[in-house]
């Protein structure tokens, strides 16, 4: 597998977390599928045709060229021929329904939903002969977007975001709730506005990826002792926890072949 990342160059960091390309080859490499959402929502150029997800509760959909994914229910699984290539725009958490605002469709037809502006991009970004090039036809269209005013909540929800990084998702909503001074209800329904995922979700996927990224940076701890290290003092809570986030448990997750590494060399802030 070919993979590649960067930050944004002209565009704010503040809307856009990164942008990454992968080329992934059936005949090389196991696809397992297991992959931990990480809530940021993603404008995803797909080059390949054909290219269907597979979802945990059996369902499959057909990918269009450029698309989105709404609250996938995991494990999931690309399922493609032979090549599955990729480019990929990792919006900011606190972005997400500024740029996405529909919630009705599992898998979004985003050259639809930016009235078929994209045909242009997709093709430019496959012929790039870089991912710098990519990322330059990406901002550009980034770039002519009108992208709503952010109100005083989405700062508050960016800063809200960025304590649970800080805290590797070592953190509960009463805890929040306290240091914000804002009522727990008040709090998840300014947050699933912004974010398009509950409170509770956003923490419990940053704490389970926080741990498989300790995971691959210490091959020789068990996911067992990883978690304990981040506040799952009860075996029971951190498989329940472990099961929402993955879609199954840690031990059919290790047993699992050629499961993903990918999401994880892309952690790219302090988890």
Request: one cysteine or more; glycine letters at 2%; aromatic letters at 14%.
């Amino acid at each position: 597998m070919i993979s590649n990342n960067k930050l944004p160059i002209n565009v704010s960091p503040e809307l856009i977390r990164l942008y990454y390309y992968i080329e992934f080859d059936q005949n090389i490499n196991v696809n397992s599928g297991i992959i931990v959402d990480d809530c940021c929502y993603e404008l995803m150029f797909v080059k390949e045709k054909k290219v269907k997800i597979n979802t945990g509760d059996n369902k499959t959909f057909l990918l269009p060229p450029f698309y989105t994914l709404n609250n996938l229910q995991g494990p999931f699984k690309f399922e493609f021929e032979e090549m599955f290539t990729s480019f990929c725009i990792k919006l900011q958490p606190w972005m997400n329904a500024s740029f996405i605002s529909i919630e009705e469709s599992k898998v979004l037809n985003l050259n639809t939903y930016f009235n078929n502006a994209a045909d242009q991009l997709h093709h430019n970004i496959f012929k790039s002969a870089s991912i710098d090039e990519m990322i330059e036809h990406a901002e550009r269209f980034l770039l002519s977007l009108t992208v709503p005013k952010k109100e005083e909540e989405v700062d508050v929800i960016k800063n809200i975001c960025n304590l649970i990084y800080e805290k590797s998702g070592n953190i509960t909503v009463q805890e929040i709730s306290d240091k914000y001074g804002i009522y727990r209800q008040k709090l998840n329904a300014i947050f699933k506005k912004e974010v398009k995922y509950t409170l509770k979700t956003f923490i419990n996927n940053i704490r389970i990826r926080s741990c498989l990224a300790h995971k691959f940076k210490n091959p020789n701890l068990t996911l067992t002792e990883i978690a304990h290290q981040y506040g799952f003092y009860d075996q029971a809570h951190f498989i329940r926890s472990f099961k929402k986030a993955c879609g199954i448990t840690p031990s059919e997750y290790v047993k699992s072949p050629g499961y993903s590494r990918l999401p994880y060399e892309l952690t790219y802030d302090k988890y």
